[in-house]
C-alpha cells in the first residue's frame, strides 16, 4: 500500500523558518512525483510544490517561489519542504500526496491520486 507520513508543522514567527518531511513507502519512489499542498480554513486545497522523482525537477507555485525549496532524499524515501521567510498566510494544513501516472511536469495538480495526513503550520505575525 501507498504510505505517505508528513511531519514537522508546528507553530513559528512569521519571519521564521520550518522544515517538513514527508516519508514514502510502499511505491517506487523513483517513479512518481511528490507533492505539497495546503489547505486553509475555508480555502481550496492548493498545490504548493512538487518535485519529479526521476531527476530532481521542482515546480512552485508564484506565491512561495524564492522562500519555499523542496528536495528529496532518495535512500530515505522522503521528500522535503524547506520553509523560510514564513508569512501568516502560509499558515494551514500542508499534505504530500503522490501521483501515480506523472513524474514531469509534476504540477498538473489534479493527478494527485494518494495522500498522507495533514501536518498543521501556523505562522503567528
Known amino acids: 500500500d501507498v504510505q505517505l507520513q508528513a511531519s514537522g508543522g508546528g507553530l513559528v514567527q512569521a519571519g521564521g523558518s520550518l522544515r517538513l518531511s514527508c516519508a514514502a513507502s510502499?511505491?517506487?519512489?523513483?517513479?512518481?512525483?511528490i507533492g505539497w499542498f495546503r489547505q486553509a480554513p475555508g480555502k481550496e486545497r492548493e498545490g504548493v510544490s512538487c518535485?519529479?522523482?526521476?531527476?530532481?525537477?521542482?515546480s512552485y507555485v508564484d506565491s512561495v517561489k524564492g522562500r519555499f525549496d523542496i528536495s528529496r532524499d532518495k535512500d530515505k524515501n522522503t521528500v522535503y519542504l524547506q520553509m523560510n521567510s514564513l508569512k501568516p498566510e502560509d499558515s494551514a494544513v500542508y499534505y504530500c500526496a503522490t501521483a501515480t501516472f506523472m513524474d514531469w511536469p509534476c504540477n498538473i495538480w489534479e493527478y494527485y491520486d494518494s495522500w498522507g495526513q495533514g501536518t498543521q503550520l501556523t505562522v503567528s505575525s
Open positions: 518535485i519529479s522523482s526521476s531527476d530532481g525537477s521542482t
Open positions: 510502499g511505491f517506487t519512489f523513483a517513479d512518481h512525483a
